[in-house]
């Protein structure tokens, strides 16, 4: 089968983590980020989502701040920095659909493999 959308394969990893053959980390910034998001619908989904098969992200504070602050002074957004600086003391992998994000934490090649979920999803193998 050919992943040819991003939602495919966002599909075929939340069934994945529902099988417990991964694990969603989660933060607080996934929670704030979802606040702000004004379509009901997708806000719930979201919210349920990552209520339902997210686990809270163990890391340390100080060094997940530093780092964090570290990629904020370049040019990575506030979120943008936190969600980068938890995966990386936190997870094997991180996964965006956000292009943007995506060119710019691999032009500073993190202590992380950075994916979207249809690249996840193909050196996976899900189907």
Known sequence: MRIR?????????????????????????HFREIKDIKD??????LL????SFGHTAKFDIKKTRER????????FGVADAAHLAIAENTADYFITCDDKLLRKSRKLKPKIKTLNPI???????LR
Do not use: G, P, R
Request: with cysteine.
């Open 119 to 125: 690249e996840f999803c193909i050196e996976e193998d």
């Open 40 to 45: 009901l619908e997708e806000h719930h989904e």
């Open 5 to 29: 959308f991003e939602t495919d394969a966002f599909y075929l990893i939340l069934e994945a983590i529902k099988n417990s053959k991964y694990q969603m980390i989660v933060s607080q910034v």
């Open 48 to 51: 349920s989502v990552i209520e």
């Open 68 to 75: 964090a602050e570290e990629l904020y002074s370049l040019k």
